[in-house]
T-cell receptor, first 116, second 118 residues
Framework: AQSVAQPEDQVNVAEGNPLTVKCTYSVSGNPYLFWYVQYPNRGLQFLLKYITGDNLVKGSYGFEAEFNKSQTSFHLKKPSALVSDSALYFCAVRDMNNNAGNMLTFGGGTRLMVKP | GAVVSQHPSRVICKSGTSVKIECRSLDFQATTMFWYRQFPKQSLMLMATSNEGSKATYEQGVEKDKFLINHASLTLSTLTVTSAHPEDSSFYIC??????????????FGPGTRLTVL
């Protein structure tokens, strides 16, 4: 079975400060890892993914995430937060060795609040 | 690229009626589409996996006779909520997996459909 944990329901940060949204995962095989962002009453927008290769992945809107195999983590980061980054962020994992293959498992979501 | 649309974006219906929601991949072909349900302030729960030309695979606890899925083409999947009841009110989101090489690991999501059953 695969699972994802986002330990923080909400993260508050001041505009201009760095932000981190935490994610840890559990899979039996090798993971594909994703971050999505959701604005109110909207679907999910793809931010970035880790499949293989460099552990530091750069994505949309200045976001990046670092894959840490030993800690089974894939934290989302941004050096300088914007008020417009305020949204709901979801981490997701897919077990590339799983025959069910396509299924994404989502974390519970973390609400990011960036204050001016 | 990789745009997914949903129609309608919002629907209100009476209890006992059926509602069809369409999910389209606009600029790519998707052999596989997914249907999710999201309750307020909660994460997405996978309802079913829709495969073009074959029957959908439903997750445990999802009634296949209530949530009918059809994936008749490489760009369109439909979800029909039959005999809708107020407890079916939710935000339904579809996603599509780009079949093109190198992109097949990423799901792209539609904007969602808010269903309210009175």
């Amino acid at each position: 079975a695969q699972s994802v944990a986002q330990p923080e329901d909400q993260v508050n940060v001041a505009e201009g400060n760095p932000l981190t949204v935490k994610c840890t995962y559990s899979v039996s095989g090798n993971p594909y890892l994703f971050w999505y962002v959701q604005y109110p009453n909207r679907g999910l927008q793809f931010l970035l993914k880790y499949i293989t290769g460099d552990n530091l992945v750069k994505g949309s809107y200045g976001f990046e995430a670092e894959f840490n195999k030993s800690q089974t983590s894939f934290h989302l980061k941004k050096p300088s937060a914007l008020v417009s980054d305020s949204a709901l962020y979801f981490c997701a994992v897919r077990d590339m060795n799983n025959n069910a293959g396509n299924m994404l498992t989502f974390g519970g979501g973390t609400r990011l609040m960036v204050k001016p | 690229g990789a745009v997914v649309s949903q129609h309608p974006s919002r629907v209100i219906c009476k209890s006992g009626t059926s509602v069809k929601i369409e999910c389209r991949s606009l600029d790519f072909q998707a052999t596989t589409m997914f249907w999710y349900r999201q309750f307020p302030k909660q994460s997405l729960m996978l309802m079913a996996t829709s495969n073009e030309g074959s029957k959908a695979t439903y997750e445990q606890g999802v009634e296949k006779d209530k949530f009918l899925i059809n994936h008749a083409s490489l760009t369109l999947s439909t979800l029909t909520v039959t005999s809708a009841h107020p407890e079916d009110s939710s935000f339904y989101i579809c996603s599509a997996r780009d079949s093109r090489g190198g992109r097949s690991d990423t799901q792209y999501f539609g904007p969602g459909t808010r269903l309210t059953v009175l």
